[in-house]
Antibody, heavy 121, light 106 residues
Framework: EVHLLESGGGLVQPGGSLRLSCAAS????????MSWVRQAPGKGLEWVSS????????YFADSVKGRFTISRDNAKNTVYLEMNSLRAEDTAVYYC??????????????WGQGTLVTVSS | AIQLTQSPSSLSASVGDRVTITCRAS??????LAWYQQKPGKAPNLLIY???SLESGVPSRFSGSGSGTDFTLTISSLQPEDVATYYC????????FGGGTKVEIK
């Protein structure tokens, strides 16, 4: 059974940094792309970033480009989202999602339960 | 960037009704479209992929159709457990989600 467990969320001040982790199990982690999707309180879904199975190809939404970094450790079955220069508008539940294939451009067939990031002074 | 416009933004229907949600893309995305269901306080759940393929385990009352720029999600007979917000997503060029359609029981 596929399982994705996010961690690392919390309260951070504007301009601060946070690293989210997503631990995966139940599938061959290195052969699937992984993504982060966020949802601001009471709002819709917004794609944030994706990384290919091997970790070579990474993609970012314009809203986070230059501030967020995505990486993965296939030995630990974990994907990370490093978030810097955080702003109030980054406040959201951040979901980890598994892609259907090795390459990034595919739908998301499994999602984690999410971790809340609150950016506030 | 490809935009996705969902309509309606909300709807209320009776149990047993046929419900249709539409999603329009700002450019041709062939069939690179998925539909997700999100219940309050929960993560999204994949319903339909490649515009019309039903994800394993999803009830057959859900169906998807369309290609190019116009897509539809249909619930053939609305059930109480279908109360949720539904999102379309394109994966042709990066990713975009529609604004969501909140479905309630009348």
């Amino acid at each position: 059974e596929v399982h994705l467990l996010e961690s690392g969320g919390g309260l951070v001040q504007p301009g601060g940094s946070l690293r989210l982790s997503c631990a995966a199990s139940g599938f061959t982690f290195s052969t699937y792309a992984m993504s982060w999707v966020r949802q601001a309180p009471g709002k819709g879904l917004e794609w944030v970033s994706s990384i290919s199975g091997g970790g070579v190809d990474t993609y970012f939404a314009d809203s986070v480009k230059g501030r967020f970094t995505i990486s993965r450790d296939n030995a630990k079955n974990t994907v990370y989202l490093e978030m810097n220069s955080l702003r109030a508008e980054d406040t959201a539940v951040y979901y980890c999602a598994k892609g259907q294939g090795y390459q990034v451009l595919s739908y998301f067939d499994y999602w984690g339960q999410g971790t809340l990031v609150t950016v506030s002074s | 960037a490809i935009q996705l416009t969902q309509s309606p933004s909300s709807l209320s229907a009776s149990v047993g009704d046929r419900v249709t949600i539409t999603c329009r893309a700002s450019q041709d995305i062939i069939t690179t479209l998925a539909w997700y269901q999100q219940k309050p306080g929960k993560a999204p759940n994949l319903l339909i992929y490649d515009a019309s393929s039903l994800e394993s385990g999803v009830p057959s009352r859900f169906s998807g159709s369309g290609s190019g720029t116009d897509f539809t999600l249909t619930i053939s007979s609305l059930q109480p457990e279908d109360v949720a917000t539904y999102y379309c997503q394109q994966f042709n060029s990066y990713f975009t989600f529609g604004g969501g359609t909140k479905v309630e029981i009348k």
